[in-house]
């Protein structure tokens, strides 16, 4: 009987430090209440970029805010919201000036780079979850590594996807394009019926530089590409990557894009996409999340295909390129990184649900998309044996100016490929 009544005390005592465990999961050591005093309401401010009522990106995160502040009453997130070219614009100066809430919205790669060198950023490492390397995917930990340190922390990733209007081809009797000569092909047979075959605006890399990029990389190939953007090209690298900007000058002029060239906003040539008035549009994968629903005029109507040139299928552009920070004078720093840790799993999971990202965070029970656009895109990003990180994220901010400058110049029409491609090979 003695024993009997060793064994219950001893499972009693498991299951509380088990308990226990589990309430130090929940509430980082900061958080708990002391004995005989009342708790203080932690309010934690929060930067992020997507101001725009119908994206999903905008939907899914105030959805985890929303739920992160229902459950924690002593801790409460503040979301401010900026349209994402504004915040491109207010962030540099922001944290120039010391003015970032606790937790922002980055870009990744060189970026996140160059705000960890202004020293103001918080390094994590001491404050992450013990378990964290079991919930978030290792490479995309190692892209906010920085000298040992990890000062950000991703959500989803994305690659760039040409979005192919089946409806609109199946009309005209055309094939989705699987090579240049096709896609060549298919563009002057729309631009013959007075239909512009590629949607694309001016937008910093929502609009034609994503084409660029995405031309070059699938003609080229990312190792090329790479070696030519770090300036260390041979003669052969810079010959092969002008073959791609030759093509992409080859759209232009035929009127692939559209006339006048490059002038109109995402908006507005997303709406001629979505009312089919224009046949393919070369998009983050992201864009899924906004036209897999039941109500978008072009559900049941799309194809997501990589964009055909010698590597395609073999190699994307993309990557994780987004990322939250905190702020090194966070006032919480332990809170703030577990309160983090806890919005963007469940931010991952809703983008995942809604088609509009391919999760770095463990998903868990969480419900798979059925769209067939969605499996097409996980099945290109599964399947590309190498990637490269979209060009306004690869290079650094010296040398992302340059080639946004100069592919300005290019996408206007205003200097040569030879041009181009010259200024940035030039080594200051």
Request: proline share 4%; with cysteine.
């Amino acid at each position: 009987m003695e024993k009997r009544q060793r064994i219950i005390l001893l499972g009693f005592l498991f299951l509380l430090a088990a308990i226990t465990l589990l309430c130090f999961r929940v509430l980082p050591k900061s958080e708990e209440k002391k004995s005989g005093e009342e708790e203080e309401r932690i309010d934690l401010c929060l930067w992020y970029p997507w101001e725009n009522e119908g994206e999903a990106y905008k939907k899914s995160f105030l959805e985890a805010v929303e739920e992160f502040n229902k459950a924690h009453d002593t801790v409460q997130v503040l979301a401010e919201g900026t349209e994402m070219e504004l915040y491109r614009e207010k962030l540099p100066s922001a944290i120039a000036s010391n003015d970032t809430p606790d937790i922002y919205f980055c870009f990744g790669d060189s970026y996140l780079k160059g705000a960890v060198s202004s020293g103001k950023l918080l390094k994590m490492n001491e404050y992450l979850s013990e378990d964290i390397n079991s919930r978030i995917d290792e490479e995309a930990m190692e892209g906010m590594n920085y000298e040992g340190g990890i000062y950000g922390l991703g959500f989803s990733e994305s690659v760039a996807v040409l979005f192919v209007n089946r409806e609109m081809f199946d009309a005209c009797g055309l094939q989705i394009p699987s090579d240049w000569g096709e896609l060549e092909e298919v563009c002057r047979e729309f631009i013959a019926r007075d239909i512009t075959p590629f949607a694309c605006s001016g937008d910093t890399d929502t609009g034609f530089r994503l084409y660029l990029e995405s031309i070059c990389v699938s003609e080229a190939g990312s190792d090329v590409c790479k070696r030519v953007l770090r300036q260390e090209g041979t003669k052969e690298d810079i010959s092969a990557f002008l073959n791609g900007v030759d093509k992409f000058c080859l759209l232009r002029d035929m009127g692939a894009f559209g006339s006048p060239l490059f002038t109109r906003s995402t908006q507005d040539v997303e709406n001629d996409f979505y009312l089919s008035r224009i046949p393919m549009y070369l998009a983050k994968s992201d864009f899924t999340g906004n036209v897999m629903q039941e109500n978008s005029p072009l559900h049941g109507k799309l194809s997501a295909v990589p964009f055909p040139g010698v590597y395609t299928g073999r190699e994307s552009l993309g990557g994780v390129s987004d990322a939250f920070v905190v702020n090194k004078a966070a006032e919480h720093p332990e809170v703030t990184v577990w309160a983090l840790e806890e919005i963007l799993e469940n931010f991952a999971v809703k983008l995942y649900e809604r088609g509009a990202g391919i999760p770095v965070w463990d998903t868990g029970n969480a419900c798979k998309p059925e769209d067939d656009v969605c499996r097409q895109i996980e099945n290109m990003a599964g399947s590309a044996d190498k990637r490269m990180q979209y060009w306004e994220f690869y290079l650094d901010r010296r040398r992302a100016e340059v080639f946004m400058r100069g592919s300005e110049e290019l996408g206007n029409g205003n200097i040569s490929p030879e041009q181009f491609v010259r200024e940035l090979c030039e080594k200051e």
